[in-house]
């Protein structure tokens, strides 16, 4: 079955601009979480959609935001970009309940750079 | 505060060898470790996990040792080969299993 896809795979913005990365998750799992790569910082929790509902959030400021939709595909909203913002956005997906988590794929990500 | 701490940041090992990457935790709600693996260009990739009620799991030549009371959890990979040369990296989540905790990765060489 096709995995967890993210576009666009690379991005380059302006310092102040905004933008959407959008993940599609594998087919039938419900639950979608975004993470922040970084060499500096590693791996950090953005949020995650259940049924088109937040379920979690991490510690980032409110620039970033998200979206689930009823089929379950998910995007991400970064506002006022900042240099910092640089990084590797990765999308998770799972069935969303818990006995199931060891089904947790990981897309490919999209690598955005500020400039 | 990081609430996975992982070493070491990078390991060369000869193929053949073992490769031993340690993670200690400090919140004792967390219930479920994963290991994950991944190459440059992608996104990581489920390895192997383990809950807190086993001690030992092995699949393949991929180990986790989970100690409880020490709060640490450790990734043995036997019979290393070129192909296992990648970053990896340790996590936890708790019961909820909705937002996971990385350690901060370990750059796997192994060398032929």
Redesign the interface.
């Known amino acids: 079955k096709a995995g967890?896809t993210q576009t666009p795979r690379y991005l380059i913005k302006t310092r102040g601009q905004q933008v959407t990365l959008s993940c599609s998750p594998i087919s039938g799992h419900r639950?979608v979480?975004w993470?922040q790569q970084t060499p500096g910082q590693?791996?950090?929790?953005l949020f995650?959609y259940?049924s088109e509902t937040q379920?979690?959030k991490?510690n980032f400021p409110g620039r970033f935001s998200g979206r689930q939709f009823s089929n379950s595909r998910s995007e991400m909203n970064v506002s006022t970009l900042e240099l910092g913002d640089s990084a590797l956005y990765?999308c998770?997906s799972?069935p969303?309940q818990?006995a199931e988590?060891?089904g947790?794929?990981?897309?490919?990500?999209t690598r955005l750079t500020v400039v | 505060q990081q609430q996975v701490k992982q070493s070491p940041q990078s390991l060369i090992v000869q193929k053949g060898g073992i490769s031993i990457i340690n993670c200690a935790y400090e919140n004792t709600a967390f219930d479920y470790f994963p290991w994950y693996q991944q190459f440059p260009g992608k996104g990581p990739a489920l390895l192997i996990a383990i809950r807190p009620d086993v001690s030992e799991k092995k699949e393949g030549r991929f180990t986790i040792s989970f100690n409880k009371s020490a709060k640490q959890f450790s990734l043995h990979i036997m019979d290393s080969q070129p192909g296992d040369s990648a970053t990896y990296f340790c996590a936890a989540s708790g019961h909820n299993f909705n937002k996971f905790y990385f350690g901060s990765g370990t750059k796997l060489n192994v060398k032929p």
């Open positions: 967890v639950s979480s993470y590693g791996l950090q929790f995650e259940f379920r979690n991490g990765l998770a799972s969303g818990g988590v060891d947790y794929t990981f897309g490919s990500g």
